[in-house]
């Protein structure tokens, strides 16, 4: 280091000199190389490197090079001057915050990687630690990954993925510092400093995958989510909401939800999925799996609330819908068995009125009642919400009933009583088919 930014060095937990960039001279790499008693990567060793960067500054870069200028053979010496040093793998979300707001980072140094000899007349091996200021701003991003390649390039998919809210959800308890904060919804955030002790109340809990989000491409697709891949970056571009990250720092590392991130230079977290090759449990015999989807009529698609839900009932069990679940939410069901399907529960639509819900165009306010067979398993019932812009006047309905006597003279005195049954069967209206009206009746619905 150039003597600034670094405030302990450790090799299993024992400090060792530092010497500065800056300072001229011979250097002393015995306090490395003492620590391993032989080169055989048969007898590999390791050693704890600990390294506390200052208030402001992380660590950048880890590099081990031999001290020897010459390379001689047959040891090939990792040389800085030759270009070949060895650098050290480590990943920043593994080091942890101290009660100064400093960062400690501890990394494991194998023997096999760099170590030629057994300690005697060895040059020995500078640590070369390289660091650098927590930018102003610092900017977190959240990534789906490659869901929608594992579930076909889905269409609907990726038209729900556009909707931030719909996919993830914002960690609790998280702290920006200086002006700063969640500039795109759920997905993009900024943290920034007026003095370099305000990094110590920065605060940032990883995303959550919606509920939602795992059901549909577990159901649809069987793609399971693992968790976040965090990478980190030197720098970052923003231009307007887009940002732009280059210069990798460390090696990238794993990280769940709800966790705790280190947050000292920009960081990408992309969720990473994997096809699930669990079996499907098999429906027990004379049950088989159902689907029930949903449909809105008469509402442009942009004025459909990201929220907006229903809860649908088959039978006794009752599911509630929203976003993808609207492609398809699983029911089992006994074959030969009448079920009524009837939807118990829709969040409104603002500036839109409901009209009915429908199943092949049946009106199904007092449900449907349906009876499954073997040949239905997989089956989907779409369920269609229909509305109309708020103030539209509806045009009723026209039912005509008539009534044909063939085979016979019809008396003139021949009539019919007919009666219209209201949902709870008690008549609703009654009314007389006969010559009069030529046995036709036209009713207003």
Same mark, same amino acid.
């Given at each position: 280091?150039?003597?600034?930014?670094?405030?302990?060095?450790?090799?299993?937990?024992?400090?060792?000199?530092?010497?500065?960039?800056?300072?001229?001279?011979?250097?002393?790499?015995?306090?490395?190389?003492?620590?391993?008693?032989?080169?055989?990567?048969?007898?590999?060793?390791?050693?704890? #490197? *600990?390294?506390?960067?200052?208030?402001?500054?992380?660590?950048?870069?880890?590099?081990?090079?031999?001290?020897?200028?010459?390379?001689?053979?047959?040891?090939?010496?990792?040389?800085? =001057?030759?270009?070949? *040093?060895?650098?050290?793998?480590?990943?920043?979300?593994?080091?942890?915050?101290?009660?100064?707001?400093?960062?400690? #980072?501890?990394?494991?140094?194998?023997?096999?990687?760099?170590?030629? =000899?057994?300690?005697?007349?060895?040059? +020995?091996?500078?640590?070369?630690?390289?660091?650098?200021?927590?930018?102003?701003?610092?900017?977190?991003?959240?990534? &789906?990954?490659?869901?929608?390649?594992?579930?076909?390039?889905?269409?609907?998919?990726?038209?729900?993925?556009?909707?931030?809210?719909?996919?993830?959800?914002?960690?609790?308890?998280?702290?920006?510092?200086?002006?700063? $904060?969640?500039?795109?919804?759920?997905?993009?955030?900024?943290?920034?400093?007026?003095?370099?002790?305000?990094?110590?109340?920065?605060?940032?809990?990883?995303?959550?995958?919606?509920?939602?989000?795992?059901? /549909?491409? *577990?159901? !649809?697709?069987?793609?399971?989510?693992?968790?976040?891949?965090?990478? &980190?970056?030197?720098?970052?571009?923003?231009?307007?909401?887009? #940002?732009?990250?280059?210069?990798?720092? +460390?090696?990238?590392?794993?990280? +769940? !939800?709800?966790?705790?991130?280190?947050? &000292?230079?920009?960081?990408?977290?992309?969720?990473?999925?994997?096809?699930?090759?669990?079996?499907?449990?098999?429906?027990?015999?004379?049950?088989?799996?159902?689907?029930?989807?949903?449909?809105?009529? $008469?509402?442009?698609?942009?004025?459909?609330?990201?929220?907006?839900?229903?809860?649908?009932?088959?039978?006794?069990? !009752?599911?509630?819908?929203?976003?993808?679940?609207?492609? $398809?939410?699983?029911?089992?069901?006994?074959?030969?068995?009448?079920?009524?399907?009837?939807?118990?529960?829709?969040?409104?639509?603002?500036?839109?009125?409901? /009209?009915?819900?429908?199943?092949? !165009?049946?009106?199904?306010?007092?449900?449907?009642?349906?009876?499954?067979?073997?040949?239905?398993?997989?089956?989907?019932?779409?369920?269609?919400?229909?509305?109309?812009?708020?103030?539209?006047?509806?045009?009723?309905?026209?039912?005509?009933?008539?009534?044909?006597?063939?085979?016979?003279?019809?008396?003139?005195?021949?009539?019919?009583? /007919?009666?219209? &049954?209201?949902?709870?069967?008690?008549?609703?209206?009654?009314?007389?088919?006969?010559?009069?009206?030529?046995?036709?009746?036209?009713?207003?619905?």
């Amino acid at each position: 280091n150039n003597g600034t930014g670094v405030t302990a060095v450790t090799l299993n937990g024992a400090a060792v000199t530092q010497q500065d960039s800056n300072t001229t001279g011979a250097a002393n790499g015995t306090a490395l190389s003492s620590y391993y008693t032989s080169a055989d990567n048969r007898n590999e060793q390791s050693v704890e #490197l *600990a390294i506390t960067a200052e208030k402001g500054y992380y660590v950048s870069r880890i590099v081990v090079a031999c001290i020897d200028p010459h390379g001689r053979s047959p040891y090939s010496c990792q040389t800085w =001057s030759a270009g070949n *040093a060895y650098d050290v793998p480590f990943s920043l979300a593994q080091s942890v915050k101290q009660n100064d707001g400093t960062f400690k #980072l501890s990394t494991q140094l194998s023997s096999k990687n760099f170590c030629h =000899s057994s300690n005697g007349s060895n040059y +020995g091996y500078y640590i070369l630690i390289q660091v650098a200021p927590i930018p102003q701003p610092v900017y977190v991003e959240y990534d &789906y990954g490659n869901v929608l390649t594992l579930c076909g390039n889905n269409a609907k998919l990726a038209e729900a993925l556009n909707n931030s809210a719909w996919w993830t959800t914002v960690g609790i308890g998280n702290a920006y510092g200086t002006g700063a $904060g969640n500039f795109v919804p759920n997905t993009k955030f900024e943290y920034n400093y007026s003095a370099v002790s305000d990094i110590q109340s920065w605060k940032h809990t990883t995303n959550r995958v919606t509920t939602y989000m795992k059901s /549909v491409v *577990a159901d !649809e697709w069987n793609v399971k989510f693992l968790g976040w891949e965090v990478t &980190y970056y030197a720098k970052c571009t923003r231009n307007g909401n887009e #940002l732009t990250f280059s210069e990798q720092v +460390g090696t990238s590392s794993n990280i +769940g !939800e709800g966790k705790n991130l280190n947050v &000292y230079t920009h960081a990408k977290l992309v969720a990473k999925w994997k096809i699930d090759t669990t079996p499907t449990p098999t429906p027990e015999p004379g049950k088989i799996k159902i689907k029930i989807g949903k449909s809105v009529e $008469g509402v442009a698609i942009n004025d459909i609330p990201a929220n907006y839900s229903i809860r649908v009932k088959v039978g006794d069990e !009752e599911k509630t819908m929203s976003g993808m679940d609207f492609m $398809g939410t699983e029911f089992e069901v006994e074959v030969g068995k009448e079920y009524t399907i009837s939807e118990t529960y829709r969040s409104g639509i603002p500036n839109y009125d409901f /009209v009915k819900a429908t199943i092949w !165009e049946r009106n199904i306010a007092n449900g449907f009642k349906i009876t499954f067979d073997e040949d239905d398993d997989g089956r989907t019932i779409i369920i269609t919400n229909k509305y109309v812009k708020h103030g539209t006047v509806i045009k009723p309905g026209k039912l005509t009933i008539k009534k044909i006597v063939e085979g016979v003279d019809v008396p003139d005195n021949y009539e019919v009583t /007919v009666n219209v &049954y209201n949902a709870d069967k008690t008549v609703d209206l009654t009314f007389k088919l006969n010559k009069a009206n030529s046995f036709s009746h036209t009713l207003e619905l």
